[in-house]
């Protein structure tokens, strides 16, 4: 049973490990810069421009992700193709301005602050921890087994941090991007749902493994009755009706014999 538990606490944590992985390696990465792993994500943003530090100032904006270490932005001539992301790294800033003769705007310009997506950082140290408990939980061992218990809680409580951040983080793009844009369509992105799922995933993998380390426990504190000093043992039932069978038959044989003695003797 306890290998049945620690099996299971495997297989979820990695699987925790890997939802984390995918947040961690968020937009924009060295191999593709339009992956899908976005915290907060907006559309029709009507042609705002981004005027962030490298930017095309004069590129018309249609559609813009927010990643763990930087944006991308598509314009509105190539909605579908993020063909330009910032690389600034681990708490960018993202400047943009409304575009001109829009009255519908109630401000000129937007930021979104580095410090609002400093704080994503979270999610790989979480993803560090999450791994180190998943290493641990394939150690059958009892000691090993109750620390990566630990560990996964202090996995999944990390998560839940980062999994906050992300709404924080969510709430003041909205903001900020609706000052510029009114109309613009803002909804989370898709990592921002995976940090969300790795939190149940960590707790259920490190409840199993708080299981398979009572089981194990249990286990190792058996000791079997015949072995305890100055007890009797209680044989099965089975066991039981074969002594007597065969004491029975041993005790018959052993009268014939004597019968059988005193008949030759008496012959003599």
Known sequence: MARAFNAFSVIVGFCAFVLLVL????????LNDSTPFSFVSANNLQGINDVGYSANRARNLSRIRLGLWGYCTS???????????????HGYQVSLNATNGDTQASYDNANIQPSWTRGLAVHVVAMVVAAIAVILSII?????MLISFLVYLVAAVLALIAFIIDIVL?????NRIHRVSPNASIYPGVAFYLCLISIPLLLIAGITACCGHRYKKRDEAYVPSSYAAGTTTTAPRSNNVSGAESYNMSTTKSSKQKVLDAFHASKH
């Open 23 to 30: 947040c961690t390696v968020s937009l924009p990465t060295t």
């Open 140 to 144: 059958p061992k009892t000691a090993v």
């Open 75 to 89: 314009d509105v001539n190539s909605p579908s193709d993020y063909d330009y992301c910032a690389r600034p790294g």
């Open 170 to 174: 969510f709430i003041y793009s909205r």
